[in-house]
């Protein structure tokens, strides 16, 4: 089974400033995908950005971008020019590839989280 | 674009009666999955469908059950509810297995 752990309960960060929130995770697949969730007081989790293993170029959306490690089974979360808005839980998360023939696609597997607080 | 609409928004059952919980998918997508989330064990996978057909199950009792229709809403069934239910439940559809999912507000169940 996979296994995917943030270590980070809890950062902070100035507003403007450049926070790395940490994932690694475990699997012995070689297709999968990984992505970075956000939850604000809303409840709803929101897709920040999602990278397929296959790729070695690390994904980005914006503000937002990946160090995607594949040997090391890394991924961190660098959000650049820190906004109040930023301020969520993040959540990692890992899905196997390969769709429902090839075995894959059992859910995704969730981190416990990093509450990022961003300080005005 | 209509988001992944979940409903009711909360619940208040007494331990022993059974819920369901109602998710409609972002127009087009044909997986729907469903996640429960507490703060002892956080975000954990529930089941997956796609076009009407169970795809995946998590590691969840058989009192959790669910479905999904031909227009790809879906629903999920606790029976029996025990305290420890009580979590945010949280739908989310995509296109398919290889395709970002959408997670919808979420519906909070408390058990008494």
């Known amino acids: 089974a996979q296994t995917v752990t943030q270590s980070q309960p809890e950062m902070s960060v100035q507003e403007a400033e450049t926070v790395t929130l940490s994932c690694t995770y475990d699997?012995?697949?070689?297709?999968?995908?990984l992505f970075w969730y956000k939850q604000p007081p809303s409840r709803q989790m929101i897709l920040v950005i999602r990278?397929?293993?296959?790729?070695?170029q690390n994904a980005t959306e914006n503000r937002f971008s990946v160090n995607f490690q594949k040997a090391a089974k890394s991924f961190s979360l660098k959000i650049s020019d820190s906004q109040l808005g930023d301020a969520a839980m993040y959540f990692c998360?890992?899905?196997?590839?390969?769709?429902?023939?090839?075995?894959?696609?059992?859910?995704?597997?969730f981190g416990k989280g990093t509450h990022l607080i961003i300080q005005p | 674009k209509a988001g992944v609409t979940q409903t009711p928004r909360y619940l208040i059952k007494t331990r022993g009666q059974q819920v369901t919980l109602s998710c409609s998918p972002i127009s087009g997508h044909r997986s729907v999955s469903w996640y429960q989330q507490t703060p002892g064990q956080g975000l954990q996978f529930l089941f997956e469908y796609f076009s009407e057909t169970q795809r995946n199950k998590g590691n969840f009792p058989g009192r959790f059950s669910g479905r999904q229709f031909s227009n790809s809403r879906s629903e999920m069934n606790v029976s029996t509810l025990e305290l420890g239910d009580s979590a945010l439940y949280l739908c989310?559809?995509?296109?398919?297995?290889?395709?970002?999912?959408?997670f919808g507000n979420g519906t909070r169940l408390t058990v008494t």
């Open positions: 990278q397929e293993a296959y790729k070695q």
């Open positions: 699997t012995s697949e070689s297709d999968y995908y």
């Open positions: 989310a559809s995509s296109f398919g297995p290889d395709s970002p999912l959408h």
């Open positions: 998360a890992y899905r196997s590839g390969g769709g429902y023939s090839g075995g894959g696609a059992d859910g995704l597997t």
